[in-house]
């Protein structure tokens, strides 16, 4: 909780009960309405609530009771207690779940002695019995299934219809009914043979329960990317405190302390560099793999890695004021932002589950009045017969069963949904933004030319090179002494220096040898004999120098994915248009677009800068999807519609986006655009025929030509149907 001034406050809150949309929007509405609270904002995806309210006026157990009132639940969110709340949700819905199918499998067992195709199977005679059956239904629809009365109650004071409403309609009639023909045949003989239907509430129940535990764990990881964050900084540094390096909590280092980072040490803070000469590693930041050479009076910044060097910096930035700092607080942004989609089946749910019960009334009524002469059993049957044919048992089975074969045929080929709200959103995208290091380039220096002037042998002039770099711990110097290696054994070298932010010099087989920028030629007074154009690639170009003499010219660059090219080209082929977005230079970032085919290139944009590009282009009314893999790419991924990650990127992308391809293969992404338009079209026929059902089923039992049973049969039949259409996605060829 922060303190605003003496009056207002801020506080986070972890809300619990929330099932879909329309229960965060409840919750803001309700605390928006209190008098005293300037703003609340409810995040569905996180289960939590920010609220900033005057503490004059209200107080914390003033928020809390507001939302109990609607029916939810709330607790002061704990940073350190966050994790534990969300394992022992998940805990609580998997016992919750185990309890329904140990009381609910039993029922399913007594319906196949209704079949003539099951009269083999052997059913235990006193499961047969309808007060076992009332006995066990009765602990699963009002002890488990008390939570849909409750959610139902509460949508339906505040005038909206939700899938609680459906769920509790449905299961009612099939419970109540079943209760209504155990006591009018409570004297007869025969009651072993009395059609019942209580199975069907209480494994509608069960289902629903299991798809609920799916989501709880879905969301049990959706805050982790800020964590992630948050421990890339270091918790402690060395301030010089008179001449001599103290190690302090990283909250005491204070605006113009001098710093001293150690090789392999990660900076603190952001600052300046006052001495010393190092490479540091800003992948986590810019998403480039090549470190970059620091020297006095360069900037440094939070979290990057400081990789040989030793650095004394001057802190310019620190807490809450470095670009780490920004970079989350951007992600925490992106995320309270974005809204999940609100369910084509709670949509129609809204309309239908009214429709219905009016039917089912003036069913009863015109068949008490005009049909059946008064008979209020028959009227009453009818009445039945409506409500278990439109129970939504296809209706609510339509979304999770296409989604549960979709992402399970997808996770089966390397691609990852990370939510349900994923799998349905990536079908609308019609803008795909890539990174260039690591999502559309493999993220690793390689030697891509190594040009030895024609007076020199390269099986003589390459040994001796790669050998000289073997000392240096700079990425170009490691691309090529892994070239080197292919051209036999490198030889020993005698003496090594390393020149920071221009190259080397070191002796081997008693030559010295130099390679280097073409300033530190220069500096050398050696002339370069033979030029090129590698720089006008986007590559980074070494020359190298035997006893004083140019040698060879090295070009070293980041290669393009063997896939990238493909999949980009498929992904246009679909409609979608592709962009990239780096924070390189925008010679480099051509040359790499030019060969996968990509025409729209932004480039030399800062980590910080590419989620305002992102939502740029939102503003055009585009559908926009971001592809990366770096720190630098999280605060996009989440600002983006979809957000896709390299699984060969770094954790906090990985855990910022709503999908991660395995492999980090291009040909990932086209496969989650498929499998996602694959099952919203799978979901819309599920849809269809669940409603076609009710459609031609209603009609037919409010004239009285369907009994009860023969209802629940044919409600049985669209469930079964509904789930063989959404099996068929796991028979997709990607």
């Known amino acids: ?19 879909c949309a329309a229960c965060s929007a409840r919750i803001e509405r309700g605390l928006n309405k209190l008098e005293g609270v300037e703003q609340a904002t409810i995040n569905l995806a996180l289960e939590t609530g920010h609220v900033s309210f005057d503490s004059a006026q209200l107080n914390e157990d003033a928020l809390i009771a507001k939302i109990q ?11 350190n207690n966050e994790k534990d709340h969300r394992e022992l949700e998940i805990e609580r819905k998997t016992r919750v779940f185990i309890i329904s199918a140990i009381f609910s499998l039993p029922l399913l067992w007594t319906m196949f002695a209704h079949f003539s195709f099951t009269k083999g199977v052997y059913v235990p005679d006193f499961l047969m019995n309808p007060y076992v059956q009332w006995a066990l239904a009765t602990i699963v629809q009002f002890g488990i299934g008390w939570q849909f009365y409750k959610g139902a109650y509460y949508a339906l004071r505040n005038k909206s219809a939700n899938m609680d409403v459906l769920v509790a309609l449905g299961t009612s009639a099939a419970y109540f009914y079943s209760v209504y023909i155990v006591l009018k045949n409570r004297e007869h003989i025969g009651m072993h043979h009395l059609d019942l239907y209580f199975e069907t509430s209480a494994i509608l129940i069960t289902l629903i329960l299991l798809g609920k535990l799916f989501e709880a764990r879905a969301k049990g990881h959706s805050s982790d990317a800020i964590k992630k964050l948050i421990k890339l900084q270091p918790k402690t540094a060395f301030v010089e405190r008179n001449g001599t390096p103290l190690e302090v909590p990283i909250r005491e280092v204070q605006l113009e302390d001098i710093l001293i980072i150690k090789p392999g040490a990660s900076i603190p803070v952001d600052a300046v560099v006052i001495s010393g000469n190092s490479a540091v590693n ?36 620190v807490g809450k004021d470095t670009v780490l700092s920004n970079i989350i607080r951007v992600v925490e942004e992106a995320q309270a932002s974005k809204a999940p989609i609100q369910r084509l089946a ?3 749910s809204a309309i239908f589950v009214p429709v219905v019960v009016t039917l089912a009334v003036i069913t009863f009524i015109t068949s008490y009045f005009f049909f059946t002469d008064g008979n209020f059993t028959h009227s009453l049957e009818r009445m039945i017969a409506v409500l278990v044919i439109a129970c939504p048992c296809a209706l609510g089975l339509a979304t999770p069963t296409s989604i549960m074969a979709g992402s399970g045929r997808a996770a089966e080929n390397g691609v990852l949904f990370k939510t349900a709200e994923a799998l349905e959103q990536t079908n609308t995208i019609d803008t795909i933004v890539f990174d260039k290091t690591g999502t559309i380039t493999k993220g690793t220096p390689v030697v891509t030319n190594f040009l030895v002037l024609n007076k020199y042998e390269k099986n003589d002039i390459i040994p001796l090179i790669a050998a000289a770099e073997r000392n240096s711990e700079h990425p170009v110097a490691t691309a090529i002494t892994t070239y080197g290696k292919d051209y036999g054994v490198l030889p020993t070298v005698q003496t090594f220096k390393a020149i920071p932010g221009k190259g080397i010099e070191a002796t081997v087989e008693n030559k010295q040898i130099i ?15 033979c030029d090129s154009n590698f720089e006008d690639e986007g590559k ?45 230079q925008a010679k480099t970032a051509a040359s790499i677009a030019k060969q996968v085919g990509i025409s729209n290139v932004i480039a030399g944009v800062l980590p910080t800068e590419k989620a305002a590009e992102v939502e740029r282009l939102q503003k055009e009314n585009r559908h926009v999807a971001m592809v990366g893999d770096g720190l630098n790419d999280a605060p996009a991924l989440a600002k983006a519609e979809i957000g896709i990650a390299m699984g060969t990127g770094t954790d906090v992308a990985i855990e910022a986006a709503d999908i991660t391809v395995m492999k980090g293969d291009l040909l990932k992404v086209v496969d989650a655009v498929k499998m996602s338009r694959l099952t919203v079209r799978n979901i819309k026929q599920n849809l269809f025929w669940a409603l076609a059902y009710n459609s031609i089923g209603i009609p037919i039992a409010a004239s009285g030509l369907l009994a009860p049973w023969l209802a629940g049969a044919a409600m049985a039949f669209s469930s079964v149907s509904v789930v063989l259409n959404a099996l068929r996605l796991q028979r997709v060829r990607l």
Do not use: C, W
């Open 346 to 348: 709670d949509q129609i």
């Open 1 to 19: 909780m922060a303190t605003i001034n003496s009056k207002n406050k801020e506080i986070t809150l972890d809300i619990q009960g929330m099932t």
């Open 540 to 584: 980074t170009v070494m020359y190298a120098a035997i006893d004083h003499q140019h040698v060879a010219t090295i070009a070293v660059a980041d290669e393009v994915k063997e896939t990238s090219k493909d999949a980009i080209h498929k992904l246009q082929k679909m409609g979608i248009e592709t962009i990239m977005l780096t924070g390189d």
């Open 515 to 529: 390679i280097g920028t073409r300033k530190l030629f220069t500096n050398y007074d050696i002339t370069i004999n």
């Open 69 to 79: 009132k609607l029916g939810y639940d709330a607790v002061v969110h704990q940073e």
């Open 282 to 317: 800003e992948s986590m930041l810019t998403g480039e793999s090549l470190p970059v050479d620091k020297s006095t009076g360069d900037t440094v910044y939070a979290a990057t890695l400081n990789e040989n060097g030793t650095l004394r910096i001057q802190a310019k930035k």
